[in-house]
């Protein structure tokens, strides 16, 4: 059975560039530590993608899979799930949840439900959720503020 984890973080930007770089699966490799490929293989009519393989490398764990798209209208919300079992996964489903504070910056929730194919102790499990949560977390808020970074310069 998989658990559910959620961690939040605030990100010194607007929404909209969240939502971009969330979007922007063809460049997750440049930011992202253990994605070695993202491939957009399906989109929605209004160019969003609706389905990407993504291939994993994070050392011992190494894993192929697809996931299926979803958002909200308004875009504060982006949902996937597993198109189908991978190697290593049984289930993953997660969603970013971006709202706007009202001062330049957003607060991203980030919900992640895996079950995986291989046994582990919940414990390691656990604590590589944790990590994993986090990294993304951190990798985002990073890649975004950069960017935001960049786009006022370049206003300046």
């Keep these: 059975m ?3 984890s959620t961690r939040s973080i605030v990100i010194n930007a607007d929404p909209e560039l969240v939502v ?3 979007c922007d ?3 997750y490799p440049e930011w992202t530590g253990a ?3 993202a491939e ?3 989109e929605y009519e209004d160019g969003y993608a609706s389905q990407v393989r993504f291939v994993l490398d994070a050392g011992p764990l190494r894993d192929e899979y697809t996931l299926v798209y979803e958002y909200a209208e308004d875009l504060s919300r982006i949902e996937w799930r597993l198109a189908a079992p991978s190697t290593v ?3 993953q489903t997660g969603s970013y949840d971006i709202a706007d504070n009202g001062d330049g910056s957003c607060t991203v929730t980030y919900t992640l439900e895996v079950e995986l194919s291989i046994a582990m102790i919940g414990m390691f499990r656990r604590k590589a959720e944790k990590v994993i949560m986090d990294t993304a ?3 985002l808020k990073r890649r975004v503020e950069a960017r935001a970074a960049g786009a006022a310069e370049g206003e300046a």
Aim: charged share 45%; proline share 0%.
């Design 89 to 91: 996964q049984k289930v």
């Design 25 to 27: 699966f063809a460049r």
């Design 35 to 37: 994605l070695r490929e």
């Design 137 to 139: 977390l951190k990798e």
């Design 40 to 42: 957009v293989i399906e």
């Design 2 to 4: 998989a658990d559910s």
């Design 20 to 22: 971009d770089s969330i």
